[in-house]
C-alpha cells in the first residue's frame, strides 16, 4: 500500500543516486554512454527506498538509519550488478565468451572495475551522510504524515 513516507524515502534515495551519478560521471572512461546513467540509477534508487526504507520505518531512529545504510548498500550494489550484467551480455553478442563461465568471470570483472570508478572518499561520504538522512526522512514522515 502507497505511503507517504515510502514515497519521501524513494524520492530522496533516487535524489541521492542522482548525486552520486553526476559525481561518478567524470571518473568513467569515455567508452561507457552515460546518456541514461542518471534515469537507470534513480530508477532503482527509487525501487530500494520505497521497499526497504519507506517499508520500515516508524520502529525507531535506529532501525531507521539502519535500514537507510541497508537501503543504499543495496542500491550500490544492484546498481554495479545491472551494469555488469549489461556488459556481460553485449560483449556476450559480440562472441567474446567461450562458455558461461568465462561470462560470469568477464561480469565479475566488470564489477570490480565498476567498484573502482565510485570508491572515492568524497563519494562514500555524500553516501554515508545520504544514509542518515534517508533513514531520519523516513522515520520523521512515518510519525508525522502516515
Known amino acids: 500500500m ?3 513516507s515510502k514515497l519521501i524515502c524513494g524520492a530522496l534515495l533516487a535524489a541521492l543516486a542522482v548525486l552520486v551519478s553526476e559525481m ?3 571518473n568513467l572512461p ?3 554512454d552515460v546518456s541514461r546513467f542518471d534515469y537507470t540509477n534513480a530508477a532503482i534508487a527509487f525501487a530500494m527506498g520505497w521497499k526497504l526504507v519507506g517499508r520500515q520505518a516508524g520502529r525507531g531512529i535506529w532501525n531507521s538509519i539502519a ?3 541497508t537501503a543504499v548498500a543495496s542500491t550500490v550494489f544492484l546498481v554495479l550488478l545491472y551494469y555488469s550484467i ?3 551480455v553485449q560483449e ?3 562472441s ?3 562458455n558461461i563461465f568465462e561470462a560470469i568471470d568477464g561480469m565479475l570483472g566488470q564489477f570490480v572495475d565498476l567498484w573502482e570508478y565510485i570508491n572515492y572518499p568524497q563519494i562514500f561520504a555524500v553516501l554515508a551522510v545520504g544514509m542518515v538522512v534517508i ?3 523516513g522515520e520523521y514522515t512515518k510519525r508525522r504524515w502516515d
Open 92 to 94: 556476450s553478442f559480440k
Open 86 to 88: 549489461g556488459f556481460m
Open 2 to 4: 502507497p505511503t507517504f
Open 24 to 26: 561518478v560521471k567524470p
Open 135 to 137: 533513514g531520519m526522512a
Open 96 to 98: 567474446k565468451y567461450d
Open 67 to 69: 535500514n537507510g545504510i
Open 30 to 32: 569515455s567508452a561507457y
